[in-house]
């Protein structure tokens, strides 16, 4: 399906739960390299960047298999070195998540383009840093080896992959290691809890991140709700003026809420769910992202139509300054802005329907958010991006009573 159809102007009325997170799962799944045994996931999405993951990990000999719907089992009893196909690694950041498992696992990783949403680049310079802290050493092959060891990896920025990858070194590493200024976003700490689980020993405190490795084993998990899945619903309800409550994990949003009651949103937090309570307008928007638990720079996109929809915002990018493309698309849908890269201001903008290509898989999202609130048939071509992160998309906002359909 490559073409997501919407005809807008209608509110958004309902409950919608939060799938499994993509930027939690997919750690997990490269983490069960390092094991020897059978895991066992929870609440896994069924999206795009899943199946990749699972086609890369299937080339190392790990066995998976789906038990129940969103469980899967994968079984690593007989990991192997391997060369996973280029094309899937290149379609997926997190198989940079290969550099840490297959150097901790085998003492050698062979670097390959990696890839993932291109609205910027995106330099793997803290990942080799932290290699380096491990014993690993680039090769003029483009490979890193070496006899993996103990690390102190003092992280100059802050990084969610290249803190994965430490994570994975120092979980096989026999001895202490050390992570200093790691991320800390919800995602990374559920990775921390399934290598506890696995065997390792894991203490975070605000220096850093001190892990004991082990031999690990397998180990059974579930998967946190999605956070940006979430923050998009009920973006959603607010842009179209309607009411949606989400089933998720509360505690993991922190910024994200900030900002919106700032703006005077109506959001209703409960046990294991948000309300948000559209069709007054909201004041001018605020939005500063920062590594956890600052704003999430995940959910900057899928913010700015309610930004254009009501008295407009600011928006500063600070994880990825130039994340910024999908502007263009919106503005085909009659959104206005002015600025240039790391800050843009939006201003209240009349929508109207458009036909866009999804420049990414937030930018494309933001589309959709776009669509919702603008009268009229818009068509968001490209929605295979979409589909990456967000699983059943149109029959969640159908059940929202959105008018969408796809092609
Ligand atoms: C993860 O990307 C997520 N991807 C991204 O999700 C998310 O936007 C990002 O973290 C930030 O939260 C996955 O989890 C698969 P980073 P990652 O390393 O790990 C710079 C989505 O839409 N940097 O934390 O690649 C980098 O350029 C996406 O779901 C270096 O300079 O992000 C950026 O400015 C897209 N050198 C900043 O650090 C490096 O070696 C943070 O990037 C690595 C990163």
Redesign the pocket.
């Known amino acids: 399906m490559e073409t997501v159809i919407v005809r807008g102007g209608k509110p958004l009325y309902g409950t919608v739960t939060a799938d499994g997170s ?2 939690a799962v ?2 997990l799944l490269f983490a069960t390299l390092l094991t020897d045994g059978v895991s066992v996931f929870r609440g896994v999405p069924k999206i795009g ?1 899943v199946e990749v993951s699972l086609r890369i990990l299937s080339a190392f000999g790990a066995e998976s298999e789906w038990i129940a719907p969103g469980v899967l089992r994968i079984d690593a009893s007989n990991v192997r070195e391997a060369l996973p196909n280029a094309s899937d690694v290149s379609s ?3 198989a ?1 998540y290969l550099i840490g498992a297959t150097y901790a696992r085998f003492g050698r990783a062979k670097l390959m383009p990696y890839g ?2 291109a ?11 932290a290699c380096r802290a491990f014993g690993g050493r680039l090769t003029d092959d483009g490979e890193i080896r070496g006899v993996l060891r103990p690390g102190y990896v003092n992280f100059p ?8 990858n430490a994570l994975f070194m120092a979980a096989l590493s026999p001895g202490e290691s050390f992570i200093r200024r790691p ?1 800390r ?1 919800p ?1 990374v700490m559920s990775l921390v809890r399934y290598l506890r689980l696995a065997g390792a020993t894991v203490s975070v405190t605000s220096e850093g991140m001190l892990v004991r490795g082990e031999k690990l084993h397998g180990a059974e998990m579930t998967v946190i709700p999605d956070m ?1 899945e979430a923050g998009t619903y009920l973006l959603a309800g607010l842009t179209t003026g309607g009411k949606v409550t989400v089933k998720t994990d509360v505690s993991h949003f922190s910024a994200f809420f900030t900002t919106l009651f700032r703006m005077g949103a109506d959001l209703r937090i409960g046990e294991g769910e948000v309300t948000a309570v559209g069709g007054k307008p909201l004041s001018f928007g605020s939005l500063k992202t920062a ?2 638990p600052g704003f ?3 959910l900057h996109p899928p913010t700015v139509p309610l930004f254009a929809v009501n008295a407009g915002g600011d928006v500063s990018e600070t ?3 130039s994340r910024f493309g999908y502007l263009s698309a919106l503005s085909e849908f009659g959104v206005r802005y002015a600025g240039e890269e790391p800050s843009f201001r939006i201003y209240p903008s009349k929508l109207h329907p458009a036909e866009v290509t999804a420049p ?3 930018g494309g999202v933001a589309a959709v958010l776009t669509a919702l609130a603008a009268e009229g048939e818009s068509r968001i071509h490209g929605a295979t991006l979409i589909h990456r ?1 967000y699983a059943g998309l149109t029959s969640k906002l159908r059940s929202l009573g959105a008018d969408v359909t796809e092609e």
Do not use: M, Q
């Open positions: 993509k930027n997919l750690p960047d997926l950041r997190a940079t993932g949403c609205f910027c680049s995106r330099p793997i310079d803290l990942h080799l840093l920025a802050v990084s969610v992959g290249a803190t994965v991320a976003e995602h940006i590594p956890y999430p720079t995940d994880v990825f300054p990414d898989l937030r992160g």
